[in-house]
């Protein structure tokens, strides 16, 4: 069975500073990683994905997100956080063909100015 | 592109009448949609894969008879919410592959509908 875990419920960092949010998940074969954003009465909004190749990912806004295949991680990370980056950030795996997408609990990120 | 609109974003109804949300794929072709339900500062909960032409595939422990999907046409995809109960109240959220799109595809999802049951 695939599953998604963020452990921390709550991400503070102050405006400026780098920001990561923590991802691990568990599949069988090859994983397809997303992590998406939401604001708060909005549906999400895809950020970025790892299908294959190289380990950094590269997406909106910033963000990018390092694919770990020994330690089963796929961090969001940005090198500078911005107020506006405060939301709500949902890590999503998919694993081989048929099998549906399974979304994170989700981290709430507060970026303080 | 890929823009997905879902209606109504808020909806207030009493107890015991039925509500419809629609899911509307704006610039693309959806034959997949999927609805998620989102309780309060928890993740979403996959209900049911909506897939046009053919009756919808319902999670477990999701009442079918309660929760109606239609998904008639390649752009849009409803969901009923029949004989509500404030139980039911909760952020109702879509969302749809396009049609052709490689399976590692990300989904689009609507803004959500956020349901009250009075």
Not at chain 1, 26 to 41: D, K
Not at chain 2, 4 to 9: D, G, I, K
Request: with cysteine.
């Amino acid at each position: 069975a695939q599953s998604v875990a963020q452990p921390e419920d709550q991400v503070n960092v102050a405006e400026g500073n780098p920001l990561t949010v923590k991802c691990t998940y568990s599949v069988s074969g090859n994983p397809y990683l997303f992590w998406y954003v939401q604001y708060p009465n909005r549906g999400l909004q895809f950020l970025l994905k790892y299908i294959t190749g190289d380990n950094l990912v590269k997406g909106s806004y910033g963000f990018e997100a390092e694919f770990n295949k020994s330690q089963t991680s796929f961090h969001l990370k940005k090198p500078s956080a911005l107020v506006s980056d405060s939301a709500l950030y949902f890590c999503a795996v998919r694993g081989g063909y048929g099998q549906n997408f399974v979304f994170g609990p989700g981290t709430r990120l507060s970026v303080l100015p | 592109g890929a823009v997905v609109s879902q209606h109504p974003s808020r909806v207030i109804c009493k107890s015991g009448t039925s509500v419809k949300i629609e899911c509307r794929s704006l610039d693309f072709q959806a034959t997949t949609m999927f609805w998620y339900r989102q309780f309060p500062k928890q993740s979403l909960m996959l209900m049911a894969t909506s897939n046009e032409g053919s009756k919808a595939t319902y999670e477990q422990g999701v009442e079918k008879d309660k929760f109606l999907i239609n998904h008639a046409s390649l752009t849009l995809s409803t969901l009923t919410v029949t004989s509500a109960h404030p139980e039911d109240s909760s952020f109702y959220i879509c969302s749809a592959r396009e049609t052709g799109s490689s399976y590692n595809s990300p989904l689009h999802f609507g803004n959500g509908t956020r349901l009250t049951v009075t």
